[in-house]
């Protein structure tokens, strides 16, 4: 599935507001979150994708539906912007709480997606050289 260019810029806004600048050591502060979110989902069938877009949209918009403000998500400041995500993870309604954790999930994801983030982070030894294999002495470990 293709994601279209606003939604692209939508998702880096959204990712960034969960994946702050400096967040890991700063090794994801040059990924465009959108455009990873973006590359992965054209990966994908189209129906993965749904939730996370219906969620880039609802999020874009419920500062005029939650806060009665005219505007979008990316008018907020930063904590104007983690209260509004953190409303959406704490709702009643189920629906709610899974696209932001589904957002959360996958500006995270997006952030990981490099060999500086991986590396910072020790993942699965990423940029360590393979330990030399263990001699096996028989079946019975004897």
Known sequence: MKFFR???QRADIIGRAILPRGTLGGTCDSCDLGAEMAR???LTPWWSAILTRLGIALVWYAPFFLLGRFGTFAKLG???KHKLLDRFARSKNYWL????MILKMNACTAGMANAE?????GAYDFGRAPAAAPVLLGRSGT
């Open 6 to 8: 606003f939604e692209q």
């Open 97 to 100: 709480r899974e696209i932001a």
């Open 40 to 42: 992965q989902f054209s």
């Open 78 to 80: 930063l904590d104007e």
């Open 117 to 121: 983030t991986m590396t910072y982070l």
